[in-house]
């Protein structure tokens, strides 16, 4: 009699039970397919969506990327995409009213898309950058290649931080491109990192998606004798301003600019923490302008800094050294970049002005120098050329008379030089002596002019004497240059 009650009560339950009891439907299809696409997974019941986050897909995710899933309470549409070609075996799963057979898949490989992929380190430190890599070749001409969009959820463990632009290496028949992804993780842990997605356009109407298993990435703790906020990567610095001389009270810009590889824009730090207002120095609120882009070299990252200041004091005065220190995860050590401090001279603005006054005068003296002594060389050679070409003492003296109007003109005094030709026979027309007289007295003594003089006095009449030329050309020779420059520069 209670056996008989017991099985009463069992049916009763069964019966209160059974129309709850909703079995899902759940399919994948298809069978076969090629690398690249996707297998679809449609899942309808009731309360499916319950069920499904429940299930074990840990066999599934080591073959496949669960790339978008659709649909809501009772029915999920869901878009497999494999890894890699090969036959895989998924196991029976199963929770509450959702039964999903073991079904096999055979994935083949591409025939017209090839990727290899690199994936990031395994170890790494918080903060420290980590790169996807995927190389990949497409038969076709300029076939569309690309990586899909990254999105950062604020309760992941890491941030994507973009994708470089691909460079495409295009040829008749194929397509390369080089596809670079940069993340970094934010906190210590061990972590699955997924792989970004790699979009193939096929034809205008069909694409093919790629990715690469999760690589698990073991996030070590930073040292604990660094500072909280410190740059992982490697930082160089180059500081911009140069004069000397400098105003009191005027404003200035001290320019800094911070390149990070491997660095995020934001851990590049703002050196305006090492400066105080000592010194003489009154430094004003610095402006900052921050950019990175990730390439095929890395995550590049700039901070430009203006610092504007004034100097309060004159004298000689030191703009402060300044030093950044990031922590290097290639050799585990921390390493700096010290800019010098840098000296200059403190005016008040009437000094400067007085000192840039002496140097514009010092420098067109200079030019007049150069330029007086380059008029002179010139003469001087002009006059040898002329001598070495004389055939009579006529043309000697010409060269002569040439040469001393442009160089003794400001020593005539009023005189006149003497005029040899064939016909003279005036002995009231200024002497050779006169000339002498006055070539000494720029020159100084001079006996190669005494030796010409004594020459041309004694063939005065002759139509052809060499040794007047010899005489001649041994009394140019004797010039020395600058003489008169510097005479002329001494009356300027």
Do not use: C
Request: glycine content about 6%; aromatic content about 10%; proline content about 7%.
């Amino acid at each position: 009699m209670v056996n008989l009650w017991r099985r009463f009560g069992v049916l009763i339950g069964f019966g209160l039970f059974l129309p709850g009891l909703v079995l899902a439907d759940s399919r994948m299809y298809p069978e076969e397919v090629v690398l690249g696409n996707p297998v679809t997974w449609i899942i309808s019941g009731e309360q499916v969506e319950n069920d499904f986050e429940q299930l074990d897909l840990s066999v599934l995710k080591q073959h496949f990327v669960i790339h978008d899933i659709e649909g809501g309470s009772s029915r999920l549409r869901l878009r497999l995409y494999p890894y890699e070609a090969g036959v895989f075996q998924l196991p029976a799963m199963h929770h509450g009213g959702l039964h999903v057979k073991p079904i096999t898949i055979h994935v083949q490989e591409n025939p017209e898309v090839s990727v290899t992929w690199q994936a990031p380190e395994k170890q790494a430190y918080p903060d420290e950058v980590l790169y996807w890599r995927a190389d990949v070749s497409a038969k076709g001409e300029n076939i569309p290649i690309r990586a899909l969009p990254t999105e950062n959820d604020p309760n992941q463990a890491y941030q994507w931080l973009g994708t470089a632009e691909p460079k495409a290496d295009h040829t008749l028949f194929e397509n390369h491109v080089r596809l670079i992804s940069a993340v970094r993780f934010l906190k210590p842990g061990a972590y699955s990192l997924p792989s970004p997605g790699v979009r193939v356009d096929s034809s205008a109407y069909r694409h093919e998606l790629f990715f690469a298993p999760p690589q698990t990435v073991q996030v070590r703790p930073m040292p604990s004798y660094l500072p909280a906020v410190l740059p992982i990567g490697q930082v160089s610095l180059n500081a911009d301003f140069n004069p000397f001389w400098v105003v009191t009270g005027d404003l200035y810009h001290w320019v800094w600019r911070l390149n990070g590889q491997n660095v995020t824009d934001e851990q590049l730090p703002n050196l305006a923490s090492q400066l105080t207002d000592t010194d003489g120095f009154e430094w004003l609120m610095p402006t900052v302008e921050r950019t990175q882009a990730v390439t095929e070299s890395g995550l590049m990252s700039r901070a430009e800094i203006d610092q504007p200041f004034r100097i309060l004091e004159y004298g000689w005065v030191r703009l402060p050294a300044l030093r950044v220190t990031y922590f290097n995860p290639q050799s585990g050590r921390l390493e700096d970049v010290v800019f010098p401090a840098q000296s200059m001279v403190a005016l008040p603005g009437a000094v400067i002005v007085f000192g840039q006054l002496l140097l514009a005068l010092l420098a067109l003296l200079s030019l007049r120098v150069i330029w007086l002594g380059l008029r002179e060389a010139f003469l001087k050679w002009r006059l040898l050329a002329g001598l070495k070409q004389a055939d009579s003492v006529l043309q000697v003296w010409q060269q002569v008379d040439s040469w001393s109007r442009r160089q003794l003109s400001h020593r005539q005094n009023g005189q006149a030089w003497p005029v040899i030709s064939k016909d003279v026979s005036d002995s009231r027309q200024p002497s050779l002596g006169g000339w002498l007289q006055v070539f000494e007295s720029e020159y100084g003594d001079n006996a190669q002019a005494r030796t010409l003089v004594d020459r041309l006095n004694e063939q005065l009449y002759s139509e052809r004497y060499p040794a007047v030329k010899l005489a001649a050309l041994d009394w140019a020779k004797s010039l020395p240059l600058f003489k008169v420059s510097f005479s002329r520069l001494r009356r300027f």
